[in-house]
């Protein structure tokens, strides 16, 4: 089967004043249509860059593709011209990002801006556009698909009325609106309380599977994508460490940096577990350790790790880039 | 010493808005807090923690209520009244990025309450240098500005300056959850480690159960203003009582492929200004019942263990 | 880095300063219209310093008469060509340029040090205060600054000193409106609140942390002004109500020159490029500041 999204050694560089920062070094992964994904990693990993290279939504200038490519339903995204693009984002590709607030214009109704997308997605597909009350009923339609009460008056509120929950809920609705392939979430519910969250990650895992989409779920919370993924990718400084099964992933992880990550977070049903952090500090992206980017770090490292990069390899079922993969669990 | 380092009664802090309403933040809140006890406070947005914090520390001054600070009542003092006694109780931000000035140096930052509590010598760099050691930072940081820092660096600065005049208290407000987990899990460690070195009695408030857990002696419960439930913390999170702490200790995503949460609390966040009668959870409570409509409950309870709830 | 407690290196001490000034500069030479208003700034402050030697008829700066020559056409003798009265246009042109220096520095000067301390009170201490000065603001700036100013000339006479007042008075409010909200905003920074958490008085606050993040906006609005300013001082003495002959400023020179159009036309041209090429550079270069000053173009 075609895989839905296919990276194969992409790198990506930003240029700036200090020189260039290499942010993606030879990323590969390959998600199947039905997935759910999850890509954890913390700052300066690249997840979220990562994310964004796929709808071709990184700044060329000052970013700059070093090498590879990114197919999406076998389609290279860098080399469509702007009606495929058109089609991509949205039909395609939807994304939904962390603070709903600065994604929604505060001086437009929700109803307003929602009937703006799925009327923008009518053009992007070749369809006349919808007339607008025809739009606005789709709208009420999708609030109402994504649990919000009363649907139709809230086409008339203003974003700054909503509560935070309600918010993203909305930008889950527009994503919706162009029937997308591929749901991509950056940090979905980052922003909101506790209880919000397991709502909303709730809402998304049920309009996944009720929808048949395709999930690409990014975070920093364990928890967040445990709840979601079948499958996760852990990003370290550009790179892919370990990319496989959720279960076996946390269960047995291979890669020393999976580990310490998973070590490091506190977890409330195990108290007498403290979290342990993993000494050293994230690398500068600018003049980054040669070899294996974690290997300043790297309780297991061997003098190779400072030379050779480790390619991913099958190890347990995973994949996984280190050299000392095979080690004690 | 000894009697409670900290003593807050009835505290309440109400915010008047237009058309005759009132925001009450804070409402009638009772806390104590021993010397190098941990007390973690916990809550969702508009529970009033953060409120709380401000003003134990009188950075704003309360509506009602008492605080007593090593026995004295701060409550009522003024601003000239109060400024001795800041040096014992300092505070640490949420967002490290926002809480140093851009414009001056870490030397400058961290100086700064030894130049306003008068203390500041000839040697105050020697101090200032022996305050950045403290925290593990190299002393080439001293003249660095807050852009060149990574989070958990300011984060680290903000605590040396913090520590400057020696204080007895700490409030920290959600001092990690701007951090990563591998940076938070060093900050939490040397948190720790501090306490127990300097003998410091901390509030701290965060929404992250499992941080607050492994930080925290005692922990209180926050829901729209008042304290809904207390006790030690490793007995209220594994034997929650307030249907409100069960509901969020059941939405805590565990680390590790668990399926879907329960989400067992439907409804959104409340607002504060327009509060219900009776027992303010029970809108959104799935054990309500009728007199919790028109009674307000109060905490309640034998031993270190209390709830404020009919049903509990 | 020096691990003894000795006096660390200056290098050492303000590295952070010295990076942050070559980024700066870095940023700002990637533009063409900054360096281009860069440039014209330069060169009008060089003209002003050094006018007086190098202009090839000093007499001529304050109204020596030469009929013989009147009203001749540029030439190589005589760049700009001359005017009624036969000095060199040249000369007047240039030497004008430190008069409108001066005026622009002290206009801008005098509203921002009056408006500043005010928009920064009002800003963070809020309540009565901030209503008594924004209303007092709104009073000035609801009267449109030309009107203002030509009311204030009226009463103390013309001559340039009165329209420097005139102008500064009309000045200051703006700085004010722009500190305020900038101060407003910093009231509730973090950091602001640890100074209070230690027990700073507001004086203090205001002077370290306040002012300082000021900065920006204002170093950006003033270099904007500069060339406002001198506009509005030749707009003062374009009616009349300046400088007055035979004292060299572009507006007064304009003036006269309106009589003598269009036959002689480069009695008014010349000193109109020169306010235009003012006003132009200091707009550019205003621009040029704001684009790197701006928080979302700083890096970390």
């Known amino acids: 089967m075609t895989p839905l999204l296919e990276i194969s050694g992409y790198r990506l560089a930003f240029d700036g004043f200090e020189g260039r920062a290499h942010v993606l070094d030879g990323i590969d992964l390959s998600v199947a249509p039905g997935e759910t994904l999850g890509i954890v990693g913390e700052t300066g990993c690249g997840k979220s860059v990562l994310a964004r290279s796929i709808a071709r939504l990184v700044d060329m200038p000052p970013g700059r593709v070093l090498g590879g490519t990114i197919r999406f339903g076998g389609e290279d995204v860098f080399a469509m011209d702007s009606h495929a693009l058109a089609r991509l984002r949205g039909h395609g590709v939807a994304m939904i990002f962390q603070d709903p607030m600065t994604f929604l214009n505060p001086v437009f109704s929700v109803g307003a801006q929602m009937v703006d997308v799925i009327r923008a997605h009518d053009r992007a597909e070749g369809r006349p556009k919808r007339p607008r009350c025809a739009a606005r009923a789709a709208a009420a339609a999708l609030l109402a698909a994504v649990r919000l009460p009363e649907p139709e008056r809230l086409l008339d509120r203003y974003p700054h009325e909503l509560s935070g929950g309600m918010r993203q809920r909305v930008l889950i609705a527009m994503a919706l609106a162009g029937n997308p392939r591929l749901l991509v979430a950056d940090e979905p519910t980052t922003a909101l309380d506790v209880t919000i969250q397991a709502q909303v990650l709730r809402l998304i895992g049920e309009l996944v599977a009720e929808r048949g989409l395709t999930l690409l779920l990014i975070s920093h919370d364990l928890g967040v994508i445990g709840a979601l993924c079948r499958r996760v990718v852990v990003m370290y400084a550009g790179t892919v460490a370990e990319d496989g099964d959720a279960e076996t992933l946390f269960a047995r992880p291979r890669h020393p940096y999976t580990r310490g990550l998973l070590a490091a977070v506190p977890d409330l049903a195990r108290p007498d577990h403290r979290a342990r952090p993993i000494p050293g500090h994230i690398p500068n992206l600018l003049d980054p350790p040669p070899g294996c980017r974690f290997h300043p770090r790297c309780p297991l490292a061997i003098p190779r790790c400072a030379t050779e990069k480790p390619l991913p390899r099958e190890v347990d079922g995973r994949r996984v880039a280190c050299h000392r993969a095979e080690e004690a669990a | 010493m000894s009697g409670p380092l900290l003593e807050v009664q009835g505290l309440a802090k109400h915010y008047p808005l237009k058309g005759g309403r009132v925001l009450r933040a804070v409402d009638g809140v009772d806390l104590s807090l021993a010397p190098g006890e941990s007390l973690g406070l916990v809550g969702e947005s508009g529970c009033g923690k953060s409120t709380v914090a401000r003003l134990v520390l009188r950075l704003i001054p309360p509506t009602e209520g008492s605080i007593r600070f090593e026995g004295r009542e701060i409550a009522s003092l003024s601003d000239a009244a109060l400024r001795p006694l800041r040096r014992h109780m300092q505070i640490i931000f949420q967002n490290p990025h926002a809480a140093l000035n851009p414009r001056r140096t870490v030397f400058a930052s961290i100086a700064e309450p030894l130049i306003v509590q008068g203390m500041a010598g000839a040697d105050a760099q020697a101090r200032v240098a022996a305050l950045l050691r403290q925290v593990g930072l190299p002393e080439g940081f001293l003249w660095r500005y807050p852009h060149e820092l990574s989070g958990g660096q300011k984060q680290r600065v903000c605590i040396a300056r913090a520590l400057a005049l020696a204080p007895r208290l700490l409030v920290l407000d959600e001092p990690t959850s701007a951090l990563d987990v591998s940076v938070q899990a060093q900050i939490l460690e040397f948190l720790q480690e501090l306490r127990a070195r300097l003998g410091l009695a901390y509030l701290f408030i965060s929404h992250n159960l499992a941080v607050v857990r492994q930080v925290s002696d005692r922990v209180a419960v926050m829901y729209l203003g008042r304290i809904v439930e207390e006790g030690p913390a490793a007995r209220i999170f594994a034997t929650p009582r307030h249907p409100y702490t069960r509901a969020l200790v059941a939405s805590v995503l565990p680390p590790r492929p668990a399926g879907l949460p329960e989400a067992p609390l439907g409804g959104d966040v409340p607002n504060a200004a327009e509060i219900p009668p009776g027992c303010r959870f029970a809108p959104r409570c799935p054990l309500r019942m009728e007199r919790c409509m028109r009674d307000d409950p109060r905490l309640a309870g034998e031993g270190p263990h209390r709830v404020a709830c009919w049903a509990a | ?300």
């Open chain 3, 1 to 300: 880095m020096s691990m003894a407690l000795g006096r660390p290196s200056f290098a050492e001490r303000h590295a952070s300063a010295i990076r942050q000034a070559r980024f700066f500069a870095w940023s700002f030479s990637r533009s063409p219209s900054s360096l281009l208003g860069l440039g014209i700034v330069l060169g009008f402050l060089f003209i002003a310093a050094f006018g007086p030697w190098i202009v090839p008829y000093p007499a001529d700066a304050t109204g020596a008469m030469n009929l013989a020559n009147r009203l001749q056409p540029p030439s190589a003798a005589h760049w700009f060509g001359t005017d009624e009265m036969g000095n060199d246009l040249y000369t007047r042109v240039v030497l004008a340029t430190r008069t409108s220096l001066w005026v622009g520095l002290t206009i801008v000067g005098v509203a921002t040090l009056v408006g500043v301390p005010l928009g920064i009170a009002a800003g963070y201490l809020g309540g009565v205060v901030r209503s008594v000065i924004m209303r007092l603001t709104d009073v000035f700036l609801s009267v449109p600054g030309i009107v203002l100013a030509l009311a204030i000339v009226a009463a103390l006479g013309p001559g340039i000193l009165n329209g420097i007042i005139a102008l500064s008075i009309v000045w200051w409010p703006g700085y004010v409106r722009l500190v305020e909200a900038k101060a407003l905003a910093l009231r509730s920074e973090p950091f602001v609140e640890a100074a209070r958490a230690v027990g700073a008085s507001h004086a203090r606050i205001l002077a370290v942390h306040i002012l300082p993040n000021c900065t920006s906006p204002i170093i950006v609005k003033a270099s904007m002004d500069m060339g406002l300013a001198i506009l509005a001082a030749a707009s003062l003495g374009f009616i009349g109500l300046g400088a007055r002959p035979p004292a060299p400023e572009w507006g007064a020179m304009i003036s006269v020159a309106r009589t003598y159009m269009p036959d002689w036309w480069w009695y008014a041209v010349f000193p109109g490029l020169a306010i235009y090429l003012t006003v132009l550079g200091f707009n550019l270069f205003g621009d040029g500041l704001r684009d790197i000053l701006d928080p979302k173009s700083n890096r970390g």
